[in-house]
T-cell receptor, first 114, second 113 residues
Framework: KAGVTQTPRYLIKTRGQQVTLSCSPI?????VSWYQQTPGQGLQFLFE???????NKGNFPGRFSGRQFSNSRSEMNVSTLELGDSALYLC?????????????FGPGTRLTVL | AQTVTQSQPEMSVQEAETVTLSCTYD???????LFWYKQPPSRQMILVIR??????QNATENRFSVNFQKAAKSFSLKISDSQLGDAAMYFC??????????FGAGTRLTVKP
């Protein structure tokens, strides 16, 4: 089975731009979660989608948004980029939602904001 | 809010020996899950071990085991017979009723041959 894939793997943007990151979960998985990883703040939960609905949201401004499609693929969007948005963005998928489900992580998208 | 603390930024262990990574957490919930994740350099993060708070028995997965002390809110990871492939960042994580996972700052483990 193919693992979680994220595209693109690397991205460079300038302040004020917007960016869209994509995540394809493992086949059959319906839950997708997004995390931001930075040296200063560590790993922080952004949001979780299950069956095209946002289930949970972390403590991030409204500039961070996401969506999930009927095939479970998910995208996250960051508008009006700030320097502090530079980070590794990780996506994780699980068969269904709920804490008993193991999450499988993708390789991440490294976003650099100049 | 729930917080997860890993007090050891870096740890080192000799190959074949045992090392314990510490993790404490703060919560007012009684039903939650705790995890240890491993993030090797430039590789994907993978789940090492998982503990359900209502289970008294400590979880084990081959060479990996935990010491879960619910009253003390402590969740340490023991790696026995350390191997070179165990070198990685290890993250302790908590997931409560809200299903939003909170991670510790991580411990970088070095394995010396």
């Amino acid at each position: 089975k193919a693992g979680v894939t994220q595209t693109p793997r690397y991205l460079i943007k300038t302040r004020g731009q917007q960016v869209t990151l994509s995540c394809s979960p493992i086949s059959g998985h319906r839950s997708v979660s997004w995390y931001q990883q930075t040296p200063g703040q560590g790993l922080q939960f952004l949001f979780e989608y299950f069956s095209e609905t946002q289930r949970n949201k972390g403590n991030f401004p409204g500039r961070f948004s996401g969506r999930q499609f009927s095939n479970s693929r998910s995208e996250m969007n960051v508008s009006t980029l700030e320097l502090g948005d530079s980070a590794l963005y990780l996506c994780a998928s699980s068969f269904t939602t709920g804490r008993h489900n193991e999450q499988f992580f993708g390789p991440g998208t490294r976003l650099t904001v100049l | 809010a729930q917080t997860v603390t890993q007090s050891q930024p870096e740890m080192s262990v000799q190959e074949a020996e045992t090392v314990t990574l510490s993790c404490t957490y703060d919560t007012s919930e009684s039903d939650y899950y705790l995890f240890w994740y491993k993030q090797p350099p430039s590789r994907q993060m993978i789940l090492v071990i998982r503990q359900e708070a209502y289970k008294q028995q400590n979880a084990t997965e081959n060479r990996f085991s935990v010491n879960f002390q619910k009253a003390a809110k402590s969740f340490s990871l023991k790696i026995s017979d350390s191997q070179l492939g165990d070198a990685a960042m290890y993250f302790c994580a908590y997931e409560g009723r809200n299903n939003d996972m909170r991670f510790g700052a991580g411990t970088r483990l070095t394995v010396k041959p």
